[in-house]
């Protein structure tokens, strides 16, 4: 088959398939999470083969476990974080605008023993100080009536919340029959592969499964530990909501930087406004988030993730972005497999092109100048 037609057949192939990732995205979110589910939970179920069971009831043990966590989650967690989230919403327009009062006053401290002195030397006279502090002012309003919209927005909408509590329900039990069948799926897959490119197909997927398991399971990993350290952390100290910030900030991490800038923020500005005019709180409360994220950039993250799983963070913020706005909660989760396989992909097409003789040739005018600079010095 010539180049172009591979070409259009691929392109095609791959239009149909995002054509069908939006045709039926209100219903392919649970097979695209048990899939994912199925994924990471398959060497743990070989592992328990390995151990005597056959596949069944390996995967049964494995369901068995899951359903239990799941339900301590659903006892344990669950309600605090409910009840926390709703007084959040309750107390979030006094904490802002008392965050607002301090920012303001801060500023017009600032101004009177600094800024003053300094514009009336430069000739301003201080015009412009009312303006700076009507400009924060105005800007932490604008914060705060935002952020109000955004929490309202989430409880307008909880029908959202509760389809995707349902999906509770579903993604186990397919999940439980992707993991039974994982091998086979696998199997039939690779038997579709024509034969001159297998090898080929092989190796690329080895490399896909080497960035994708080592992003997906250590990246899992590290959001639970910092999770736990946050949450557990903050509400040691004494910081209001503590748990709430701690879990959504660990989830969060699972997107480069986004995790730890949300803690950081909602810790500061939560600890902030309960201590003042101490400062207690809100160091011990930037302990706790200095000391997360050191771990996790220094420790956690290095022996989990590693350096080399081929995953730079901007590529991976734009898979997100990019597949969330388009499918939704279904383009967050195969956003890292498709990120994962594009950026293997990408990498092996560039390769080929370097190694190509559309790459190494050199012009005619060229290969004869540099002919006869090779040859003048034997000439000589």
């Known amino acids: 088959m010539r180049i172009e037609w591979q070409i259009v057949f691929w392109v095609a192939a791959l ?81 802002l605008n ?15 023993q600094y800024a003053e002195p300094l514009l009336r030397k430069l000739g301003l006279r201080g015009s412009g100080l009312p303006s700076i502090s009507t400009s924060v002012g105005d800007i932490a309003g604008q914060a705060a009536g935002w952020m109000a919209g955004v929490l309202n927005s989430l409880v307008v909408h909880g029908a959202a919340l509760i389809s995707l509590m349902s999906l509770l329900i579903v993604t186990p039990v397919v999940a439980f029959y992707m993991l039974l069948d994982y091998h086979r799926i696998i199997a039939a897959a690779d038997s579709l592969i024509p034969l001159r490119y297998r090898s080929v197909v092989h190796q690329l997927a080895h490399q ?19 999770g736990l350290w946050y949450g557990l952390g903050l509400s040691i ?31 500061a500005m939560i600890s902030l406004v309960e201590g003042w005019p101490h400062w207690g709180l809100f160091a011990s409360a930037m302990v706790v988030v200095v000391i997360g994220q050191f771990l996790e950039g220094n420790v956690i993250s290095p022996k989990l993730v590693g350096d080399n799983v081929g995953l730079h963070p901007v590529w991976l913020m734009f898979a997100l972005l ?24 990408l990498r092996f097409m560039v390769q080929k092109y370097r190694a190509s003789h559309l790459y190494s040739s050199l012009p005619e005018a060229h290969m004869i100048i540099l002919t006869d600079v090779v040859k003048a010095p034997e000439e000589h």
């Open 98 to 112: 008392k965050l607002q009062g301090l920012v303001s006053g801060a500023v017009r401290t600032l101004g009177a």
């Open 15 to 95: 239009a149909f398939v995002g054509l069908l990732l939006w045709l039926f995205n209100g219903v392919i979110m649970p097979f695209a999470a048990a899939f994912v589910i199925a994924y990471l939970l398959d060497p743990l179920a070989v592992h328990l083969q390995r151990l005597g069971l056959n596949r069944l009831s390996a995967t049964l043990v494995i369901l068995f476990g899951f359903v239990i966590v799941l339900a301590l989650i659903l006892v344990l967690i669950v309600p605090i974080l409910t009840h926390q989230f709703a007084a959040f919403i309750q107390v979030l327009p006094s904490v």
């Open 208 to 226: 896909i499964d080497k960035t994708m398991s080592g992003f997906l399971r250590g990246q899992s990993l590290v959001c639970l530990f910092l």
């Open 322 to 345: 990019a597949f969330g706005s388009v499918l939704g909660f279904t383009g967050l989760i195969i956003a890292v497999p498709v990120a994962a396989a594009a950026g293997v992909i």
């Open 237 to 267: 100290v004494g910081v209001n909501f503590g748990l709430l910030i701690g879990i959504t900030g660990g989830f969060l991490s699972f997107i480069p930087y986004v995790g730890s800038m949300v803690v950081l923020i909602a810790a």
